[in-house]
Nanobody, 122 residues
Framework: LVQLVESGGGSVQTGGSLRLSCAASGYTFRMAWFRQAPGKEREAVAAKYTGGRNTYYADSVKGRFTISQDTAKNTLYLQMNSLKPEDTAMYYC??????????????????WGQGTQVTVSS
């Protein structure tokens, strides 16, 4: 069982930055950030294999968001720069403990955090 605790959400203006954190309580094979805006489906934002160098991003955030990890602290981060109003959503951390092929599918992740709200105003 893995518990995930997110933090770092908040309200910023367009062009601002936020950094989200997700502390994991146990081993993870791959971790990801998803987001869900009201009335919309949950969508993948970024993912990273624990201890690996490869990172994966949704096209909508490439060049603006950076996913990273501190393995010593067992913590995943999402640095979000140049934020836009369309980035407004509840952001969730997700994890899986075994290999699954498709990083952007929500149903491939077994563990989820409670979410942290990000609001970007124009």
């Amino acid at each position: 069982l893995v518990q995930l605790v997110e933090s770092g959400g908040g309200s910023v203006q367009t062009g601002g930055s936020l950094r989200l954190s997700c502390a994991a309580s146990g081993y993870t094979f791959r971790m990801a950030w998803f987001r869900q805006a009201p009335g919309k489906e949950r969508e993948a934002v970024a993912a990273k294999y624990t201890g690996g160098r490869n990172t994966y991003y949704a096209d909508s955030v490439k060049g603006r968001f950076t996913i990273s990890q501190d393995t010593a602290k067992n913590t995943l981060y999402l640095q979000m720069n140049s934020l836009k109003p369309e980035d407004t959503a509840m952001y969730y951390c997700a994890a899986v403990r075994v290999w699954r092929g498709i990083w952007y599918l929500a149903n491939e992740y077994d563990y989820w955090g409670q979410g942290t709200q990000v609001t970007v105003s124009s």
